[in-house]
């Protein structure tokens, strides 16, 4: 098959958007996207982008719709994926324990992998060619145990609640292993398991966390199912302070048309509002999809960027992006992104700081 011309590549990428994938040609390399919700906009945005400000290399671009985390979805996802002739990298998957599962896949074609939102430990020894875009759960668990400490007062008791899978567990081990509690003791320690979201088994919980009182909720879950809880949990305890984790930063896409959110504090690692380029990329961002963005999708739209950005080097297998990804920061200028300068370790994991973010009042979006 012959090259297209570069305004050929970017009509093909546009019909392939629509479509949410297409097939790749030996020719020329191929960049696969795994993702959910509005991160696969996020995703679609940023090729646009790259077309329309001249940056966009010829490749083939591949998109894949994740319709949930389970492991084995993502495998099949991953091998379906780098059978594509040419493929060289990924942007994906959706949560740690998919893209946990997918890296091995990865790793074994040589393919180069690069998470937005996974933050399990585990990944940082997935293997050479996994890289994300988001700090370890060791990190954000010392974060966690510290906002805790400056917070509140010596003695002060805490209930955590968790989703029982790599990231909740990984997340918990990480705040308990920086947690004072002889100086916080934790009185409630409760799993939950994603879809079991059964009324009887939330009231259940919502009880047992009246009963101890705690002075501050840590929730160590997603924002699907703080929504689920939020209800029961506020009937319990009030506006006892809820600090969740990053995988809450999502919340912004749910219509959650109440003000039991309010106050609601979670770890993020993009302030939207930190300067004038955020903001306009998020109107521009809920202009053309029509949903608020999130802290996810920026970190989305920086990872296909980058990737891209390494591609247009001329970094043109996954090795080859490996060693370009690596260099970013020292034998080159960090990327300049839109969530700040990315530059990763010697472990794929990439140098950023944790923020708390506490989300508004509804009542002005009703």
């Known amino acids: 098959m012959l090259k297209p011309r570069r305004r050929e590549v970017f009509a093909g990428v546009a ?34 982008d790259a077309a329309s400000d001249g940056t966009l290399p010829p490749l083939d671009t591949l998109i894949r719709y994740e319709s949930g985390g389970e492991a084995s979805l993502a495998i099949r996802l991953a091998r379906d994926l780098v059978a594509a002739p040419g493929l060289v990298a990924v942007v994906g998957h959706s949560n740690s324990a998919s893209s946990l599962a997918a890296a091995q896949v990865y790793n074994e074609a040589h393919v180069l992998q690069l998470a937005p939102t996974s933050t399990a430990v585990l990944y940082s020894r997935a293997g050479a060619y996994s890289f994300r875009m988001v700090p370890p759960d060791d990190q954000q668990g010392k974060f966690l145990a510290e906002t805790v400490s400056l917070r509140f007062p010596e003695g002060a008791r805490v209930a955590l609640f968790y989703v029982n899978d790599d990231y909740g567990r990984g997340l918990r081990a990480s705040v308990l292993d920086a947690l004072n509690e002889d100086s916080y003791p934790l009185l409630l320690d409760v799993p939950h398991v994603e879809t079991d979201v059964r009324l009887e088994v939330i009231e259940q919980a919502a009880r047992e ?3 101890v009182r705690p002075d501050v909720v840590l929730w160590l879950s997603r924002s699907r199912l703080l929504s689920a809880y939020l209800p029961a949990l506020r009937a319990a305890l009030g506006n006892t302070p809820i600090i969740a984790g990053d995988a809450v930063s999502t919340w912004p896409q749910h219509s959650y048309a109440d003000d039991r959110w309010a106050g609601v504090q979670h770890v993020d690692f993009v302030d939207l509002d930190a300067n004038d380029a955020l903001r306009a990329f998020s109107r521009r961002f809920e202009a053309r999809y029509g949903t608020r963005m999130s802290g996810a999708d920026v970190l989305t739209y920086d990872a296909v960027r980058v990737l891209l950005a390494g591609i247009g080097s001329g970094a043109t297998t996954g090795e080859q992006l490996r060693e370009y990804l690596g260099s970013l920061g020292r034998a080159r200028p960090a990327f300049n992104g839109l969530s700040g300068p990315i530059a990763f370790t010697d472990r794929g994991d990439v140098v950023r700081k944790h923020l708390l973010v506490t989300i508004p009042s509804q009542r002005r979006q009703l």
């Not at 629509?18 to 020329?28: E, P, Y």
């Open 209 to 211: 966390a009246s009963h």
């Open 15 to 48: 019909l392939l958007l629509a479509a949410l994938g297409a097939c790749a040609t030996a020719d020329r390399p191929a960049l696969g996207v795994a993702l959910s919700g509005s991160s696969v906009d996020a995703a679609r945005m940023a090729i646009l």
